[in-house]
């Protein structure tokens, strides 16, 4: 699925995240090869710091690969 600027959606913790939450797309997608095939990444800014599953360190925003994005329904 294709996001585009300024859609709102839910990262899933199985990215790499301690937990499932909510953001931003910042940015147009780059076609990127994974070791799953083809994806598109995007650079996602979060509603509120985030962990990945490393360590304590907080991010604010990351590129994130489609397949763990979808789209929040307000």
Do not use: H
Not at 23 to 44: A, R, W
Not at 48 to 72: H, M, T, V, W
């Amino acid at each position: 699925m294709k996001y585009n600027i300024g859609d709102r959606v839910e990262v899933s913790s199985e990215g790499g995240w301690k937990n499932s939450f909510i953001g931003t797309v910042s940015s147009e997608p780059q076609l990127i090869n994974t070791n799953m095939g083809p994806d598109l990444i995007y650079l996602v800014e979060f509603d509120e710091p985030q962990q990945d599953i490393n360590g304590p360190e907080e991010f604010y925003k990351a590129q994130i690969l489609s397949c763990y994005i979808s789209r929040l329904i307000l």
